[in-house]
């Protein structure tokens, strides 16, 4: 009777270390997952912040453009 719940002892135990090992092995690829996927963020996010900035500034100095052309268009106006 004990070697028969030694052997049930055995099989769990191996059974519980054969799961442990699957769930910890899940956990590290989607550890590195979604590492990957926060370093692709990353990078989007900067990508954009760069292409905002970007169009931020050709709009400032194309309407920085169209001021100083406005102002010469009233200047020879005036002459």
């Given at each position: 009777m004990r070697?028969?719940?030694?052997?049930?002892?055995?099989?769990?135990?191996?059974?519980?270390?054969?799961?442990?090992?699957?769930?910890?092995?899940?956990?590290?690829?989607?550890?590195?997952?979604?590492?990957?996927k926060q370093t692709e963020l990353d990078e989007i996010t900067v990508s954009g912040f760069c292409l905002e900035w970007l169009y931020f500034g050709l709009q400032s100095n194309s309407r920085l453009y169209m001021l100083t052309k406005q102002i010469s268009c009233k200047a020879c106006k005036h002459n």
């Amino acid at each position: 009777m004990r070697q028969a719940h030694r052997d049930e002892e055995l099989v769990l135990r191996k059974r519980k270390y054969k799961i442990e090992s699957e769930v910890e092995n899940w956990i590290h690829k989607y550890d590195a997952e979604m590492e990957e996927k926060q370093t692709e963020l990353d990078e989007i996010t900067v990508s954009g912040f760069c292409l905002e900035w970007l169009y931020f500034g050709l709009q400032s100095n194309s309407r920085l453009y169209m001021l100083t052309k406005q102002i010469s268009c009233k200047a020879c106006k005036h002459n």
